[in-house]
């Protein structure tokens, strides 16, 4: 029986298919877009009724790039979030933990600098909480 991939998501298919090849065997590396959740636009984006929480909706167009890593997350041995290394890219990862169900605690989260292999494997090595 096969051992379950290791999932990376990042922000671009650019990204993803040069991470692959670096990586091969083992890992599946699948590119989120960018943002794939936001506040909606027609409707107010809060509760005020309960705490002011946030009510977030995927962003159309969204919908088949999360039912796809949703799906790879479902069957990953463990799942690191590799957006860019930005506030930005934080709020990403942020919104994919929440989608995919993770402790945003959890050391799930990489960042690296440059797309050459030793930056990938060496920021696997060294995951960290989302940095909220």
């Known amino acids: 029986m096969a051992t379950a991939s ?3 998501i990042v922000e671009s298919p650019a990204k993803a298919r040069t ?3 670096f990586l091969g065997r083992g890992y599946k590396v699948e590119a989120s877009q960018g943002h794939v959740r936001d506040l909606p636009k027609s409707q107010l984006g809060v ?3 309960n705490d002011f929480e ?24 463990k799942i690191f979030l590799a957006t860019d290394p930005d506030r930005e890219g934080e ?42």
């Open 47 to 49: 509760d005020p009724a």
């Open 91 to 132: 709020a990403i990862s942020w919104h994919l933990a929440q989608t995919l169900g993770m402790d945003v605690n959890a050391p799930c989260r990489i960042e690296f600098h440059e797309i050459t292999q030793k930056a990938v494997l060496t920021a696997l090595q060294n995951p960290r909480a989302i940095d909220m």
């Open 54 to 77: 946030m009510k977030y909706i995927t962003i159309h167009g969204r919908g088949k790039i999360l039912t796809k890593i949703r799906k790879e997350a479902k069957t990953a041995s």
């Open 6 to 8: 290791k999932l990376i």
């Open 19 to 21: 991470i692959a090849k």
